[in-house]
């Protein structure tokens, strides 16, 4: 069972929701103060652009947000990112994890190829570093100039000062995902809890209906659960409900979502074109439970069982006017009926 720590600790690796930060709502807020920021920083350091450059390690990097100043020719946010491989300003500041300038970048060889020097006219350059509180790099906080530069180092550390407001909201965001994702994740498996699946499916399903999608929805019951708690003992039966976890999110596609929503329950959700798209994924999910072989150390006795389980499956076609509630109770009801078929 995992602790708070332990999945504080993995969920550090993928705090974000989303490829690019800029483009989470919750973000909303924080946004329209580092604007502010960018542009302050800008007109006190009288150059001709400023910038916070987001930086994805598999995408590149992009401008989040760029100063609204006058001068600034490029005061519209490009959507596509710079790849990886670009020879550009912020590649070294990201590179080095340091600040990082550049006075003058005229008749440089290293900037031969950097397009911001040679199509753009940026000769100048100033950026610190902006990080996650675990120190991975989120981008950079900077300035370009189209003429040679020398700040004082009272603008530079006022510059400084402005990286560490940003990195304050970004540990603001971190701790936000965080007790979110403890507040809607079961500790045991590490699926979403009831009230994180119930929260998915209702995005699923406004999706939907204006997509005009089936909603299909399995649910799926650890079979004997009182036997393996009363026979292996509790920690055999954690480690059955683990492996059909396991199973599941082996099993599902990755736009399907699911949850543990009761003691030895758990339910998926996605959209289907028929009950044939419902009954291939439980089909898997039995597949591989066949081939588990619990080992537990502290069981009563030795296991030589896998974990079985009995499902329902249940498709809702558009248009949708069931609530999720009713939906998920026809799934439930189809369980119980392959649970007693099953004992027969």
Same mark, same amino acid.
């Given at each position: 069972?995992? $602790?708070?720590?332990?999945?504080?600790?993995?969920?550090?690796?993928?705090?974000?929701?989303?490829?690019?930060?800029?483009?989470?709502?919750? /973000?909303?807020?924080?946004?329209?103060?580092?604007?502010?920021?960018?542009?302050?920083? $800008?007109?006190?350091?009288?150059? $001709?652009?400023?910038?916070?450059?987001?930086?994805?390690?598999?995408?590149?990097?992009?401008?989040?947000? %760029?100063?609204?100043?006058?001068?600034?020719?490029?005061?519209?946010?490009?959507?596509?990112?710079?790849?990886?491989?670009?020879?550009?300003?912020?590649?070294?500041?990201?590179?080095s994890k340091a600040p990082f300038y550049e +006075?003058?970048?005229?008749?440089?060889?290293?900037?031969?190829?950097?397009?911001?020097?040679?199509?753009?006219?940026?000769?100048?350059?100033?950026?610190?570093?902006?990080?996650?509180?675990?120190?991975? &790099?989120?981008?950079?906080?900077?300035?370009?100039?189209?003429?040679?530069?020398?700040?004082?180092? @009272? *603008?530079?550390e006022l510059l400084e000062c402005f990286r560490?407001?940003?990195?304050?909201?970004?540990? *603001?965001?971190?701790?936000?995902?965080?007790?979110?994702?403890?507040? %809607?994740?079961?500790?045991?498996?590490?699926?979403?809890?009831?009230?994180?699946?119930?929260? *998915?499916?209702?995005?699923?399903?406004?999706?939907?209906?204006?997509?005009?999608?089936?909603?299909?929805?399995?649910?799926?019951?650890?079979?004997?659960?009182?036997?393996?708690?009363?026979?292996?003992?509790?920690?055999?039966?954690?480690?059955?409900?683990?492996?059909?976890?396991?199973?599941? %999110?082996?099993?599902? +596609?990755? &736009?399907?979502?699911?949850?543990?929503?009761?003691?030895?329950?758990?339910?998926?959700?996605?959209?289907?074109?028929?009950?044939?798209?419902? $009954?291939?994924?439980?089909? +898997?999910?039995?597949?591989?439970?066949?081939?588990?072989?619990?080992?537990?150390?502290?069981?009563?006795?030795?296991?030589?069982?896998?974990?079985?389980v009995s499902s329902g499956t249940a498709v809702?076609?558009?248009?949708?006017?069931?609530? *999720?509630?009713?939906? /998920?109770?026809?799934?439930?009801?189809?369980?119980?009926?392959?649970?007693? @078929? @099953?004992?027969?």
């Amino acid at each position: 069972m995992s $602790t708070p720590q332990e999945m504080r600790a993995a969920y550090m690796v993928t705090l974000k929701r989303l490829d690019w930060l800029a483009d989470d709502e919750s /973000m909303l807020a924080s946004m329209d103060k580092w604007q502010r920021v960018v542009d302050l920083m $800008t007109d006190l350091l009288g150059a $001709t652009a400023g910038y916070i450059v987001e930086y994805n390690e598999k995408l590149g990097f992009r401008a989040t947000l %760029t100063s609204q100043n006058d001068e600034n020719p490029f005061r519209q946010v490009p959507g596509k990112p710079e790849p990886i491989s670009s020879n550009i300003y912020c590649r070294r500041v990201v590179e080095s994890k340091a600040p990082f300038y550049e +006075r003058d970048a005229r008749g440089k060889s290293e900037w031969a190829d950097n397009h911001e020097l040679t199509d753009d006219g940026y000769v100048s350059y100033y950026g610190v570093p902006l990080c996650w509180p675990n120190g991975v &790099v989120f981008g950079s906080l900077c300035v370009f100039d189209t003429k040679p530069t020398g700040y004082e180092k @009272r *603008l530079i550390e006022l510059l400084e000062c402005f990286r560490d407001l940003i990195e304050a909201d970004l540990r *603001l965001y971190e701790q936000y995902q965080i007790m979110r994702t403890l507040s %809607t994740t079961d500790p045991l498996t590490g699926l979403n809890n009831r009230a994180g699946f119930e929260m *998915l499916a209702h995005q699923k399903i406004r999706i939907a209906k204006r997509y005009h999608h089936n909603i299909g929805i399995i649910f799926i019951d650890l079979d004997n659960m009182k036997h393996w708690n009363d026979d292996y003992g509790h920690a055999a039966g954690d480690a059955a409900l683990r492996a059909v976890a396991k199973a599941i %999110t082996e099993s599902i +596609r990755e &736009v399907d979502i699911c949850g543990r929503v009761g003691g030895d329950e758990f339910a998926v959700l996605g959209y289907v074109r028929n009950r044939g798209d419902l $009954t291939t994924i439980v089909a +898997r999910v039995r597949n591989a439970l066949s081939n588990v072989k619990l080992s537990v150390p502290k069981a009563k006795s030795p296991i030589r069982e896998s974990p079985e389980v009995s499902s329902g499956t249940a498709v809702f076609f558009e248009p949708l006017d069931q609530s *999720l509630e009713d939906m /998920m109770a026809v799934a439930d009801l189809e369980m119980y009926r392959d649970k007693k @078929r @099953r004992r027969k």
